[in-house]
């Protein structure tokens, strides 16, 4: 999973990007710090995965992983190029989804690049460049459809399609507020390649200021992101990218004592993992024994030989069966002979649908 960090210039979002990849991106008081996006790598913290571990005391301990990228902040006139627009744009088409940081607290010493803080201003900025730019994508590839279309009329419902994400784009929402219906679901499959900026899921993170901490629903401006976020189907969280930054740099030791010091359960970084699975409607389930403990990330509703597929393409191709416990009877029994006695390690076949948190064995032959 691929999340590009996007916003203004001076929202938080590399300041951010280093509390949650400690990769130490350069965050400057200026404008276009970040030029070429930074990325980083981040295990996705599962206490699931270290009850394993303490379970089998494995050789080789693999959490699941996601990419982050920092991509410039985009300013007014980016879908023409503004500023590093073009660059912004080539590099948002690239993730999966979108964590979209809003600056939601006051500070004179730290730039804005419009004056003022604006929750609203701030997220119709960026959200429009991405709807001008899928305006112009569309119309190239409306242009490219319709002198195929002389010799394949086929394409028409595809082209109903463009016609049906333009008219929505032209009122000034985003494409992913459009419901397709059947048919128009059946026609994006005959759009390779098909990629709209303002269809990608979107995260919206509020950045507070550290004195908000455990009152940030007394904030207008971060009231009118989660009540824009409802609107549009999207999800949306508070934190403060300085405290994020702070958490980052503690052991697991101090961490909790600083995040219950705080009043907080988990750090931001836990919270926007969570969010983004969920926005992208994504699962894990574990593999474990004495060589290895290892999370794996897919997609809700995934069936077990495509499960099986995900660890090597002749696990799905000789799928046999899946040999499952699921996580909580397998700590509740202590052990796999034990969860096979009562009954709980279960034999499942190719319908069988993967359920978050299953402890899977896979049987295969090629």
């Not at 629903?217 to 989660?226: F, K, S, T």
Request: glycine share 8%; aromatic share 6%; net charge negative.
């Amino acid at each position: 999973m691929k999340l590009g960090i996007v916003g203004l210039p001076n929202v938080g979002k590399s300041t951010l990007f280093n509390a949650i990849t400690q990769a130490g991106a350069e965050a400057a008081n200026y404008p276009y710090c970040t030029i070429e996006p930074n990325v980083g790598m981040v295990a996705v913290p599962d206490q699931r995965l270290d009850k394993l571990a303490e379970m089998y005391h494995p050789e080789k301990y693999s959490p699941a992983v996601i990419e982050f990228v920092d991509i410039a902040g985009l300013i007014a006139g980016a879908s023409k190029g503004e500023g590093l627009g073009n660059q912004f744009l080539a590099n948002i088409r690239e993730v999966d989804a979108i964590v979209h940081v809003v600056r939601c607290f006051n500070d004179s010493q730290v730039i804005h690049v419009a004056g003022s803080t604006d929750a609203k201003r701030d997220v119709d900025t960026v959200n429009l460049e991405l709807i001008l730019a899928d305006l112009d994508y569309l119309e190239r590839r409306k242009d490219k459809l319709q002198k195929q279309l002389k010799g394949d009329k086929k394409l028409q419902p595809a082209i109903d399609l463009l016609n049906a994400y333009e008219a929505v784009l032209e009122e000034g929402k985003s494409a992913r507020s459009l419901s397709l219906d059947e048919d128009q679901k059946e026609a994006l499959q005959e759009l390779p390649d098909f990629n709209l900026l303002s269809n990608k899921p979107v995260l919206y993170v509020a950045n507070i200021g550290e004195d908000e901490i455990g009152q940030a629903d007394r904030n207008p401006q971060v009231q009118y992101i989660e009540a824009f976020a409802a609107q549009e189907g999207a999800q949306a969280l508070s934190i403060s990218a300085k405290i994020e930054e702070e958490i980052a740099a503690l052991d697991a030791d101090e961490k909790a004592v600083f995040l219950n010091d705080l009043g907080l359960r988990e750090s931001g970084l836990d919270r926007i993992i969570k969010a983004s699975y969920a926005l992208l409607g994504l699962i894990s389930f574990l593999t474990a024994g004495p060589k290895e403990v290892r999370a794996w990330t897919i997609s809700r509703g995934t069936r077990a030989p495509q499960a099986a597929g995900k660890i090597h393409s002749d696990f799905e191709r000789g799928f046999i069966r899946a040999e499952v416990v699921a996580y909580n009877d397998l700590i509740a029994c202590g052990s796999i002979a034990a969860a096979k006695e009562k009954g709980l390690y279960r034999s499942e076949g190719k319908d069988y649908v993967m359920q978050d948190g299953d402890v899977v064995l896979f049987r295969f032959n090629v």
